[in-house]
């Protein structure tokens, strides 16, 4: 099993910043991918970024340039630096980690909000 524990959301005007971190615990040997997903009322969750064990990253078209993932010196962090942020990001933002693929993620965090006011 593996937990992973989100931080960072909050209140931010359009055009700031917000820093998410993720804190992986448990078999954290499994996973071979995390990524940040995030979910609006009514809405599909969808993939903002991941990124594989070996370090490539992918990212949703709406955040590149905007958006980077990036994972801690021990591994079992990854964070998400979100710049130039807009209302249309406003989401709950989760945590996700997998030992397959980007479709397939196996462990969720509980997720924490990021509301941008315009």
């Known amino acids: 099993q593996v937990q992973l524990v989100e931080s960072g959301g909050g209140l931010v005007q359009a055009g700031g910043s917000l820093r998410l971190s993720c804190a992986a615990s448990?078999?954290?040997?499994?996973?071979?991918?995390m990524g940040w997903y995030r979910q609006v009322p009514g809405k599909q969750r969808e993939l903002v970024a991941g990124i594989t064990k070996g370090g490539s990253t992918i990212y949703a078209d709406s955040v590149k340039g905007r958006f980077t993932i990036s994972r801690g010196n021990a591994k079992n962090w990854v964070f998400l630096q979100m710049n130039s942020l807009k209302p249309e990001d406003t989401a709950v933002y989760y945590c996700a980690a997998g030992a397959t693929n980007f479709d397939r993620m196996d462990y969720w965090g509980k997720g924490t909000l990021v509301t941008v006011s315009s």
């Open positions: 448990g078999s954290i040997f499994s996973i071979n991918v």
